[in-house]
């Protein structure tokens, strides 16, 4: 790893945009997004049909993280938060004060990873409950920055999201 690699974790029915717009602003200034899923390699589809190859699980990257990790909502983290690895792999990235994003209903794999105690967060306004039983401070806002933790509600907000992705990644 160079130190500019970005892992955005995928199961099926990852929500697009959620998943495209941090990939592609990634890359525009010069992060290299890596596609992790628990079963690698491997062709998932978004909920909207757009495809993204798998090339990395969350067991190749344990021993040499990424700088930070993003989780993308939509249906696919009740999926991710079903594999112990790809949890591991959260509580690690958490562990090691690297940079982690989630987005929408990516905030449920913050809790089954056990990080949100005194956090500031948010999320979609469904698992709310779910992230206040976790022990954090739940606020409805479009950006919710709690050290090196990021949250954001929705796609909408995913200018703000991305925005204060590549900021924190910027003061590392």
Same mark, same amino acid.
């Given at each position: ?8 974790? =995928? ?38 049909? /757009?495809? =993204? ?7 190749? #990257? ?21 594999? =112990?690895?790809?949890?591991? #792999? =959260? ?24 990080? #949100? ?33 990021? /949250? ?21």
């Amino acid at each position: 790893m160079t130190g500019r690699e970005v892992a955005i974790l =995928v199961e099926e029915n990852f929500n697009d945009l959620e998943f495209w717009y941090p990939y592609y602003r990634l890359i525009e200034e010069g992060f290299f997004p890596i596609v992790v899923a628990p079963v690698a390699p491997r062709h998932y589809m978004g909920k909207y049909n /757009t495809a =993204v190859d798998a090339t990395y699980s969350p067991q190749s #990257l344990m021993e040499n993280l990424p700088s930070a990790v993003i989780i993308p909502g939509g249906w696919a983290p009740d999926k991710l938060r079903m594999s =112990v690895e790809i949890v591991s #792999l =959260v509580a690690e990235m958490h562990r090691t004060r690297k940079v982690i994003a989630s987005i929408c209903h990516g905030g449920s794999v913050l809790v089954s990873a056990g990080i #949100l105690q005194g956090h500031q967060v948010t999320s979609f306004p469904s698992i709310k409950d779910d992230m206040q039983c976790a022990g954090a401070i739940w606020v409805d806002e479009p950006v919710v920055i709690s050290d090196k933790l990021i /949250t954001s509600r929705k796609p909408s907000d995913l200018p703000f999201f991305t925005k204060a992705i590549l900021e924190v990644l910027g003061k590392k």
